[in-house]
């Protein structure tokens, strides 16, 4: 893992960007270098330089493109694919009565690598098969926007900002990397700790960087600039199962006049909570279980038939990823983030939220890029596999 972690760095990104440079200089055919950043890493550095989420984007979309980089996008857009689709997969096992057990939330790879490994046949058939936010982004970036710009995928560099270096290994799985296409999903990720190393090599004085927008090159008409990012309606901590069960309302009981408020109730500690709504027969039983101690014991109680969620949403770090292992801490905070988190959160809260069925340009690219919703391409696309993987199995543990 350690080899990978350094293949997959700041550093790498920077050679790739130099001798795409050298190409270009030279006149030869060179690669479309994107980065897509993700909002944690984004607020993170945005707190740790005084600045607000705008002129943090504002920055690193000026800093990157001086750099080389091609194309500057926002994760924001496949997050909305990953709830909408995890929406949808909640809702028809709900239906249908399939349950055999709670489904359980995919978009953590920490949480993912863990159940592989310890509980994968007790786990694995109820974990969401929807692909995380970064793997939809790679998708999204590899065929669509590849085929857009009749670019080969394997000419296309996909680098993501990521709040955790658990997002490196997610990349890495064999699961997403396409053999057809010869190419990763994302091929580096990089953090928001390695941006700030980044910045310092680079001898960045982030107030006289100049400052450029986020490219927007999914609509039909012309590209157009964006300044802000995507910020999905409970985007943080709690953020999937928020937006699951407001969706699954809609859908049981399109005649509620409005939806009650989601309140999740703490338990033994703030990291692990439950929400229980019912309505004539039906009663729906949300869980958030934040860090691995609260997931361990968790775990044991379901197994022990214990307790009995409909939904489950899982992140590995305590608070989720805001919290990310990557994520910038408080100076002199040590490995205490409890301080950065919190402030982390107020600025979330005070950014304008969207739900994602909102988003105009997510409606666009179901038509356009995968037939509409429910579609074979679109299972194809948006969804993935996971492995049991036995414990004593190393080799079987990475697949790249
Ligand atoms: Fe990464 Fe932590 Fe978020 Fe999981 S919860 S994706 S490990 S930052």
Same mark, same amino acid.
């Given at each position: 893992?350690?080899?990978?972690?350094?293949?997959?760095?700041?550093?790498?990104?920077?050679?790739?960007?130099?001798?795409?440079?050298?190409?270009?200089?030279?006149?030869?055919?060179?690669?479309?270098?994107?980065?897509?950043?993700?909002?944690?890493?984004?607020?993170?550095?945005?707190?740790?330089?005084?600045?607000?989420?705008?002129?943090?984007?504002?920055?690193?979309?000026?800093?990157?493109?001086?750099?080389?980089?091609?194309?500057?996008?926002?994760?924001?857009?496949a997050?909305?694919?990953?709830?909408?689709?995890?929406?949808?997969?909640?809702?028809?096992?709900?239906?249908?009565?399939?349950?055999?057990?709670?489904?359980?939330?995919?978009?953590?790879?920490?949480?993912?690598?863990?159940?592989?490994?310890?509980?994968?046949?007790?786990?694995?058939?109820?974990?969401?098969?929807?692909k995380s936010p970064q793997q939809v982004m790679g998708t999204?970036?590899?065929?669509?926007?590849?085929?857009?710009?009749?670019?080969?995928?394997?000419?296309?560099?996909?680098?993501?900002?990521?709040?955790?270096?658990?997002?490196?290994?997610e990349a890495?799985r064999?699961d997403f990397?396409?053999?057809?296409?010869?190419?990763?999903d994302v091929?580096?990720?990089?953090?928001?700790?390695?941006?700030?190393?980044?910045?310092?090599?680079?001898?960045?004085?982030?107030?006289?960087? %100049? &400052?450029?927008? !986020?490219?927007?090159?999914?609509?039909?008409?012309?590209?157009? =600039? /964006? #300044?802000?990012?995507?910020?999905?309606?409970?985007?943080?901590?709690?953020?999937?199962?928020?937006?699951?069960?407001?969706?699954?309302?809609?859908?049981?009981?399109?005649?509620?006049?409005?939806?009650?408020?989601?309140?999740?109730?703490?338990?033994?500690?703030?990291?692990?909570?439950?929400?229980?709504?019912?309505?004539?027969?039906?009663?729906?039983?949300?869980?958030?279980?934040?860090?691995?101690?609260?997931?361990?014991?968790?775990?044991?109680?379901?197994?022990?038939?214990?307790?009995?969620?409909?939904?489950?949403?899982?992140?590995?770090?305590?608070?989720?990823?805001?919290?990310?292992?990557?994520?910038?801490?408080?100076?002199?905070?040590?490995?205490?983030? %409890? &301080?950065?988190? !919190?402030?982390?959160?107020?600025?979330?809260?005070?950014?304008? =939220? /969207? #739900?994602?069925?909102?988003?105009?340009?997510?409606?666009?690219?179901?038509?356009?890029?995968?037939?509409?919703?429910?579609?074979?391409?679109?299972?194809?696309?948006?969804?993935t596999?996971?492995?049991?993987?036995?414990?004593?199995?190393?080799?079987?543990?990475?697949?790249?």
């Amino acid at each position: 893992e350690s080899v990978l972690i350094s293949q997959q760095s700041h550093e790498e990104m920077m050679r790739v960007i130099r001798e795409n440079n050298e190409r270009k200089a030279s006149g030869e055919t060179c690669k479309l270098i994107v980065l897509s950043l993700a909002l944690q890493p984004v607020l993170s550095l945005g707190n740790k330089f005084a600045l607000s989420q705008r002129e943090m984007v504002g920055k690193l979309c000026g800093f990157f493109k001086r750099l080389g980089v091609d194309l500057i996008l926002d994760v924001g857009l496949a997050h909305c694919f990953t709830l909408l689709e995890l929406e949808s997969e909640f809702i028809e096992r709900f239906r249908t009565g399939q349950q055999g057990g709670p489904l359980f939330s995919s978009e953590c790879p920490g949480w993912i690598c863990y159940a592989e490994k310890s509980h994968g046949d007790f786990i694995l058939p109820n974990i969401s098969r929807v692909k995380s936010p970064q793997q939809v982004m790679g998708t999204l970036v590899k065929t669509y926007l590849a085929d857009k710009l009749s670019v080969h995928p394997s000419n296309v560099y996909h680098v993501t900002l990521m709040p955790c270096y658990d997002k490196k290994l997610e990349a890495s799985r064999g699961d997403f990397y396409n053999e057809q296409l010869a190419c990763r999903d994302v091929d580096c990720v990089i953090t928001a700790v390695e941006v700030e190393v980044l910045l310092v090599n680079e001898n960045v004085n982030l107030h006289t960087e %100049r &400052e450029d927008t !986020l490219d927007w090159p999914w609509d039909a008409q012309e590209s157009r =600039k /964006q #300044e802000d990012m995507i910020v999905v309606e409970g985007g943080s901590s709690g953020g999937y199962a928020h937006q699951v069960f407001l969706q699954t309302m809609r859908h049981l009981f399109p005649h509620l006049e409005t939806i009650p408020s989601v309140e999740f109730k703490p338990l033994r500690n703030p990291d692990m909570k439950e929400f229980t709504f019912t309505h004539g027969d039906t009663t729906l039983r949300f869980c958030i279980a934040n860090g691995f101690r609260n997931i361990q014991n968790l775990i044991q109680k379901l197994k022990r038939k214990k307790c009995l969620y409909d939904f489950i949403e899982i992140m590995a770090c305590p608070a989720g990823c805001l919290n990310g292992g990557a994520q910038i801490r408080n100076e002199g905070a040590g490995t205490n983030s %409890r &301080e950065t988190v !919190l402030e982390l959160e107020t600025t979330l809260n005070g950014l304008k =939220k /969207q #739900e994602p069925f909102q988003n105009e340009t997510v409606h666009q690219l179901y038509t356009k890029w995968l037939g509409g919703r429910d579609t074979d391409k679109a299972k194809a696309l948006l969804y993935t596999n996971y492995h049991n993987i036995p414990k004593n199995n190393i080799a079987l543990n990475v697949k790249w």
